[in-house]
Structures are given as structure tokens and as C-alpha cells.
């Protein structure tokens, strides 16, 4: 028997997926049965083996590292380190986080009794301390048109990203840095969407959670580190795969005609902005000859290693 299985993805960043592995160790108690799942997604031969080195230091029996040759992304990714995943609960942390506390022990408590809850957050935190926006709504059109603040005034039944809670509140989602789900709910619905490369994914699946009538929580007492974006440097390439993925998820899951009015505000967005800022036309054009969803994603530039 197993409670928890947390799985971690690392790319090209060994100490950080290292450190990461140290704080779960070293935070959580004995009394929780836990596995660690790293999954390496194609980084370049001489960090998987640096990886390989400091995990094997560890002289732990939990750690279970497996190489992927092609770097398949987040969700993919995450997916392949599901297969060997025996627990009755899984975690999906960020290898830039560093968890301060026991994580799990509580939340497991609040799953045995609110048997409505998918998913469950806690709150990120930047190494100085300041709170990181720890969930969100779900992003259509509306959301971006009236902006986050002008959204959360006109449905005051949200819970609002940057109010203090002291209790767990109930949100459309939260960030996909950690996320504890029970597996069978995760099982019930396939997982994270494998279409998806990067970003997006933590709102699409929580969505369908809803669909199936389970809750999203987010757990406002335990913090954790995220140094943001530490393993992903895409430079301009990440704003369009941000694009590619936020609209393939509204067509998915809010219909076309919230997919072709959000394409359209992005569409004149950008092209205000590239009149006073050139680089922005790159994106302008992506977005005017994106074709079938996902067929630009950067998936499609990914090589099998060696």
C-alpha cells in the first residue's frame, strides 16, 4: 500500500529537481508511505546524469528515476510518470519548488472528509517570503476583457486571487506548481491532457473535475517555495505557446464562440501593441495563421535524444 506517489519532472535542471527531492524527504513524516517519481524528459545527457548521481546519493528506496528520450512536456510528462505511480493519492510539484512543511499530511485529512474534492493547492511562496498568486479563474474571454479585478467585482461569489484566507476556500483552479488529487478521481477523467505541452494544463483539468462534480480547494495554511520559470526558458517562444494552449483549452472546454471572441480580442491586442513595439507582430502573425489546435505548439520541434 501506498499514500502518496509525487511525481516530479525534470528538464535540464538537476539541482533544482535534487533540492526539490531533499525538502519532500526531509518534510514529510514517516508516518505517510510515499514514492518519488522523477521523471527526466529528455535533457541533455551530462544533467540526467548529474541527476542520476545526487539521487542515487541519497541512498533512499523511494526515488524512482526514469529517462524519457523525447522531451514530451508537462503534461505528457507527467502522464508517463503515472504509469509506475502505486499511491492512493498523487502529487505533482514543480522541480523549482521546495516544499517548508509536511504537505500532506493535512490535506490527505481534509480528502477523507470532503469526499467532494478533486484537487487540492497550498500557497507559493517567493524565497523572501512574499505570496505568489496561488489560484485563479477559469480564463475566457470575459475574464480578459473586464481584467481579473473588474471579473471578481462582478461575481462576488469568487474567491478572490490576492485576499488573505485562513481557512481552505473553493476556487475554478489552482497553479499546477503542486497539486494533490486522489488518484482515482485523476483516473476517472484521463489525467492531464496530453495534448498540451506547457501551460494551461492545471486550468483544463481542474475544469473537468467540475465537470464531474468534484471541487477544486485551495489549502491557505501550508507554503512552499516556487522559484518561478526556473525550469523553462522559452524567451519569446513561451508567449506563444502560451497562446496556443489557452486557446485550445477555451475551445475545448468553453465552445467556439468563446475560442473565436477570445482569439479576436488577442488578435487586437497585438496589433495595438506592435504598432508601438515591432516584436510584438511575430505573435500577431502566429496568432492570425495559427492552424489546426496545437499544430504550432513547440511539441513539434522536439527531437528524440540519444
Not at 495554511?221 to 523553462?232: E, K, L, Q
Request: charged share 20%.
Amino acid at each position: 500500500m501506498m499514500d502518496v506517489s509525487v511525481v516530479i519532472i525534470n528538464y535540464n535542471t538537476s539541482l533544482l529537481t535534487y533540492n526539490c527531492v531533499v525538502s519532500i524527504i526531509e518534510t514529510t513524516p514517516a508516518a505517510i508511505r510515499y514514492e518519488i517519481i522523477v521523471v527526466d524528459n529528455a535533457s541533455k545527457k551530462d544533467d540526467f546524469l548529474d541527476l542520476e548521481q545526487k539521487l542515487n546519493a541519497l541512498h533512499n528506496d523511494r526515488i524512482r528515476l526514469i529517462r524519457s528520450r523525447i522531451n514530451t512536456g508537462f503534461a505528457s510528462g507527467n502522464m508517463f510518470g503515472v504509469q509506475f505511480a502505486q499511491g492512493d493519492y498523487l502529487a505533482f510539484i514543480n522541480n523549482d519548488v521546495e516544499l517548508l512543511a509536511d504537505s500532506f499530511t493535512p490535506l490527505l485529512q481534509y480528502f477523507d472528509t470532503h469526499p467532494d474534492t478533486g484537487v487540492i493547492g497550498i500557497q507559493p511562496i517567493f524565497s523572501d517570503k512574499r505570496k505568489q498568486v496561488a489560484f485563479g479563474h477559469f480564463d475566457t474571454f470575459s475574464t480578459r476583457f473586464f481584467g481579473y479585478w473588474l471579473y471578481e467585482k462582478l461575481h462576488p461569489n469568487k474567491a478572490k486571487r490576492h485576499q488573505s484566507y485562513t481557512a481552505p476556500v473553493r476556487t475554478d483552479y489552482v497553479v499546477g506548481s503542486f497539486m494533490l488529487f486522489k488518484a482515482e478521481h485523476f483516473n476517472a477523467i484521463g489525467g492531464f491532457d496530453t495534448n498540451i505541452f506547457l501551460y494551461f494544463e492545471e486550468m483544463d483539468i481542474c475544469k473537468r473535475l467540475l465537470n464531474n462534480g468534484l471541487k477544486t480547494i485551495f489549502f491557505p495554511s501550508i507554503d512552499y517555495v516556487h522559484i518561478n520559470g526556473a525550469s523553462t526558458n522559452l524567451g519569446y517562444t513561451k508567449k506563444i505557446e502560451l497562446k496556443v494552449s489557452h486557446l485550445y483549452i477555451v475551445r475545448k472546454n468553453h465552445g467556439f464562440f468563446s475560442y473565436a471572441l477570445l482569439k479576436t480580442f488577442f488578435v487586437f491586442v497585438f496589433l495595438l501593441k506592435a504598432i508601438f513595439n515591432p516584436k510584438h507582430f511575430k505573435l500577431l502573425f502566429k496568432l492570425i495563421t495559427l492552424g489546426p489546435p496545437m499544430a504550432s505548439s513547440i511539441r513539434h520541434q522536439q527531437r528524440i535524444q540519444s
